[in-house]
């Protein structure tokens, strides 16, 4: 499965970006697990919001209340909408998925994720 995040840009503090991500090519696998992972210059990545196939959900405690993850019907476009946008915020974002497997939970360590896109910068002055 091939990966693509858009949407991101230069935003003002406060102000709101919606974050997509087109999943193309082969996928047979019915539990899997989407999510946004970021990565600011200098510091680790870090999970930012993730959806299972199973319904499950679960968004970083840095962005609960301003950002909310979605699917599509078909879950083949994961969107990320953001509100009130902070400086802290500014980093790439990527989109990612790999397959839960019986017994697996959503999101597992990030290392576990198989399939990532390109990535897209986000970056909010104050």
């Known amino acids: 499965v091939h990966l693509k995040e858009s949407g991101g840009g230069s935003v003002q503090a406060g102000e709101s970006l919606r974050l997509a991500c087109a999943a193309s090519g082969s996928w047979y696998y019915t539990r899997y697990c989407m999510g946004w992972v970021r990565q600011a210059p200098g510091q680790e990545r870090e999970g930012v919001a993730f959806?299972?196939?199973?319904?499950?959900?679960s968004v970083a405690d840095s962005v609960k209340g301003r950002f909310i993850i979605s699917t599509d019907g078909a879950k083949n476009t994961l969107y990320l909408q953001m509100n009130n946008l902070k400086p802290a915020d500014s980093a790439i974002y990527y989109c990612?998925?790999?397959?839960?497997?019986?017994?697996?939970?959503?999101?597992?360590?990030?290392?576990?994720?198989?399939?990532w896109g390109q990535g897209t910068q986000v970056t909010v002055s104050s």
């Open positions: 990612t998925r790999t397959v839960t497997p019986d017994g697996g939970t959503c999101p597992p360590p990030l290392g576990d994720f198989d399939f």
């Open positions: 959806v299972g196939t199973d319904g499950s959900s």
